[in-house]
């Protein structure tokens, strides 16, 4: 097992960690070992092994979603695993050659999201377009990042969804997004046109673009930060789970990273079978899976609906409202202060 020098961190960060206690305990909670001859009821749970190994010997056809995150094609360092930038062809074969092997395992009417940088997005559409049909792709601006002296800063993210065929779900009604209105128009008698009136301001549930100004990586002053450098947030995985799942669907995620996915679906009653390489960052998705037990909420989605960045204190407001009619709901994380919050 690797296991990295603790870092010093302030009394205030909330990065999760793993303690001596939790792996011992976690350990035995995570599926190893290849088994001898091919599985034939779908596994949930966190799989530590290589995902190309243990996709000759799931069962075919059981996943209704595949939300692929792989390396990107770039140099990084995943707890000491050196991914190495490549050719755009050697890396677009790489990819191919992943999706071929996992194809198999979805059904017919199964939805796929690829995630991607702008460079890598070069080798997805070509690969997906070879297996899937490619109907979008979405673009999520990110909040950090470095800023540049000779290029323009890059912060945005891509993703690309693909479905096995013309049957497919997609609940948009599950994915709406709450925006300040900023122009509202009215009735002639007045009354809101399409938009809702509210003493915390005037907002209008939009159906979901493909453009994504609302997603915060995971940080510091965020429970579900860990240590992982390329973590999605719950947020993101949320809207892809609801578009396109139902519930106690299957969900795979075959380059699980910290347990995002995991979390997620266990919070929206999907089913979901991960798949990561490192035993650290699969002890840190099973501790928060504990968390995930008894903690449902999910930073920046309250009473049924996704919210802007920046506004935990209407969210907070909103899920009172609902709390006393209607009793718990999905609410945003309790974060440390809302001057920490960028939802």
């Not at 995570?30 to 996709?55: E, M, N, Q, Y």
């Not at 390329?230 to 669907?249: F, G, H, M, P, Y």
Request: glycine content about 6%; proline content about 5%.
């Amino acid at each position: 097992m690797t296991t990295s020098i603790p870092k010093q961190r302030s009394p205030r960060n909330r990065t999760l960690t793993l303690s001596e206690e939790d792996r011992n305990r976690l350990s035995p909670t995570l599926i190893t070992g290849l088994p001898k001859r091919p599985v034939i009821s779908p596994r949930t749970g966190i799989i530590h092994g290589d995902c190309g190994d243990w996709a000759k010997l799931l069962p075919p056809g059981h996943v209704d979603l595949l939300f692929l995150d792989p390396p990107y094609n770039l140099d990084k360092s995943f707890n000491g695993k050196k991914f190495a930038r490549q050719s755009i062809e050697a890396y677009t074969d790489w990819l191919d050659s992943t999706l071929h092997s996992l194809k198999h395992l979805l059904k017919p009417t199964a939805s796929i999201y690829i995630c991607a940088d702008w460079f890598t997005s070069l080798s997805v559409f070509q690969a997906a377009s070879r297996h899937f049909i490619v109907r979008n792709r979405i673009t999520w601006e990110r909040e950090k990042g470095r800023g540049a002296k000779s290029n323009w800063k890059n912060s945005s993210e891509d993703i690309w969804f693909c479905t096995m065929s013309q049957e497919y779900t997609f609940n948009v009604e599950s994915v709406k997004l709450r925006r300040k209105v900023i122009a509202p128009y009215t009735h002639a008698t007045g009354e809101p046109k399409d938009w809702e009136r509210d003493k915390d301001g005037n907002f209008r549930d939009t159906h979901p673009s493909n453009l994504w100004t609302d997603i915060t990586i995971p940080f510091w002053s965020m429970p579900e930060n860990t240590d992982h450098p390329t973590q999605k947030s719950e947020k993101l995985v949320a809207k892809i789970v609801l578009a396109s799942t139902n519930s106690d669907d299957f969900v795979f995620d075959p380059f699980l990273g910290s347990g995002t996915t995991s979390v997620v679906s266990k919070k929206l009653g999907r089913r979901c079978l991960g798949i990561e390489i490192d035993e650290e960052y699969c002890l840190l998705a099973a501790k928060r899976l504990e968390s995930a037990i008894t903690n449902k909420t999910i930073q920046g989605f309250t009473d049924g609906v996704f919210w802007e960045r920046n506004t935990l204190a209407k969210q907070l407001t909103s899920q009172e409202k609902s709390s006393n009619g209607s009793g718990s709901r999905h609410v945003a994380q309790d974060l440390f202060s809302l001057e920490n919050s960028h939802e």
